[in-house]
């Protein structure tokens, strides 16, 4: 009976037609995922052919370029300052998203009830992550730069970036600390421990490695963004190295947006060796990331071993 009824079932229906249109789908799918890559491979490849191009024909001092400040001259102008006010955004976005969202994704997860309102939280974080970057850095231009008064300084750069990442953060951390299996929980319980114990050294840990790899992979977007610096009032000119959180600054990727829009060619050819530089601080942050997944992974997720 079941033969027959799947004999019935399919009798309506042209294999043949239907494995080539599985074989032009797959094919369809292949080339999209080509064209991405080759269209990012083509882009590396002309950024790096242009910095080559830079320090061959305008004699470009690379020592010089990487521990410089900024000029007008295109002969005299470095990255230095912009790499470590980089540094300085990163450090201080890092330290107030990573707490932030953590202690946000621990909440939701181990300690808020299952209700509608946590739900529609959850959405919307999702949702948050998503916001363009210029709509932070427009907020932060509103109530931290102008109604409080702080100005166009290293902090308010960094609040900016860490309201761009936090989302991505606890949506990150939140699908890592509910892949902790509730058995392991249970257990815990089960040995006498309560809920913050459980919570502090049993899944914490094993979610760590989840919430870091998130973590770093959203601090790599941000150490990348333009926007919202702009909006905050970066300096065109990175003529002196930040002395702290409250200096005045010029990041690696607005000192690259301000050189690819000067006359002087040189500027582009700096611009292109700063791309380089921005890059390989991308690549760095994201082996950083897969060197403590496998880290922790390795470990079994404990935190002191690490």
């Given at each position: 009976m079941s033969t027959k009824r799947a004999g019935e079932f399919l009798s309506d229906?042209?294999?043949r037609r239907e494995k080539f249109r599985n074989r032009v789908f797959h094919g369809l799918l292949v080339a999209a995922s080509l064209f991405g890559l080759v269209m990012l491979v083509l882009l590396i490849a002309d950024v790096i052919w242009q910095s080559a191009q830079a320090l061959l024909n305008y004699d470009i001092d690379l020592w010089n370029?990487?521990?410089a400040t900024s000029s007008s001259r295109a002969g005299q102008a470095g990255f230095g300052a912009s790499i470590i006010a980089s540094l300085w955004l990163m450090v201080l976005t890092a330290g107030m998203a990573f707490v932030i969202a953590v202690g946000c994704a621990l909440?939701?997860?181990?300690?808020?009830?299952?209700n509608r309102t946590t739900r529609l939280i959850e959405a919307n974080l999702a949702n948050l992550a998503g916001v363009p970057s210029i709509v932070y850095g427009l907020l932060v231009l509103a109530l931290i730069v102008n109604d409080a008064g702080m100005g166009s300084i290293i902090l308010a750069g960094a609040i900016a970036l860490a309201l761009l990442v936090v989302?991505?953060?606890?949506?990150?951390?939140?699908?890592?600390?509910?892949?902790?299996?509730e058995s392991v929980r249970d257990g815990s319980?089960?040995?006498?421990?309560?809920?913050?114990?459980?919570v502090r050294q049993v899944v914490l840990p094993k979610a760590m490695p989840g919430i870091?790899?998130?973590t770093i992979l959203a601090l790599a977007r941000a150490i990348g963004e333009t926007a919202p610096l702009i909006m905050v009032g970066t300096m065109l000119h990175a003529t002196r190295y930040p002395s702290g959180p409250f200096a005045s600054f010029s990041a690696m990727p607005t000192q690259i947006y301000n050189w690819t829009?000067?006359?002087?060619?040189?500027?582009?050819?700096?611009?292109a060796l700063g791309i380089v530089v921005l890059l390989t601080f991308l690549v760095g942050m994201y082996a950083?990331?897969?060197?403590?997944?496998?880290?922790?992974?390795?470990?079994?997720g404990s935190i002191s071993n690490v």
């Amino acid at each position: 009976m079941s033969t027959k009824r799947a004999g019935e079932f399919l009798s309506d229906i042209d294999l043949r037609r239907e494995k080539f249109r599985n074989r032009v789908f797959h094919g369809l799918l292949v080339a999209a995922s080509l064209f991405g890559l080759v269209m990012l491979v083509l882009l590396i490849a002309d950024v790096i052919w242009q910095s080559a191009q830079a320090l061959l024909n305008y004699d470009i001092d690379l020592w010089n370029f990487l521990t410089a400040t900024s000029s007008s001259r295109a002969g005299q102008a470095g990255f230095g300052a912009s790499i470590i006010a980089s540094l300085w955004l990163m450090v201080l976005t890092a330290g107030m998203a990573f707490v932030i969202a953590v202690g946000c994704a621990l909440y939701l997860v181990e300690y808020a009830p299952e209700n509608r309102t946590t739900r529609l939280i959850e959405a919307n974080l999702a949702n948050l992550a998503g916001v363009p970057s210029i709509v932070y850095g427009l907020l932060v231009l509103a109530l931290i730069v102008n109604d409080a008064g702080m100005g166009s300084i290293i902090l308010a750069g960094a609040i900016a970036l860490a309201l761009l990442v936090v989302p991505i953060i606890i949506v990150a951390s939140i699908e890592s600390i509910r892949a902790v299996p509730e058995s392991v929980r249970d257990g815990s319980y089960a040995m006498g421990a309560t809920k913050w114990q459980t919570v502090r050294q049993v899944v914490l840990p094993k979610a760590m490695p989840g919430i870091l790899t998130g973590t770093i992979l959203a601090l790599a977007r941000a150490i990348g963004e333009t926007a919202p610096l702009i909006m905050v009032g970066t300096m065109l000119h990175a003529t002196r190295y930040p002395s702290g959180p409250f200096a005045s600054f010029s990041a690696m990727p607005t000192q690259i947006y301000n050189w690819t829009y000067q006359a002087d060619r040189m500027f582009n050819g700096l611009a292109a060796l700063g791309i380089v530089v921005l890059l390989t601080f991308l690549v760095g942050m994201y082996a950083l990331a897969g060197y403590l997944r496998k880290r922790y992974e390795t470990d079994g997720g404990s935190i002191s071993n690490v």
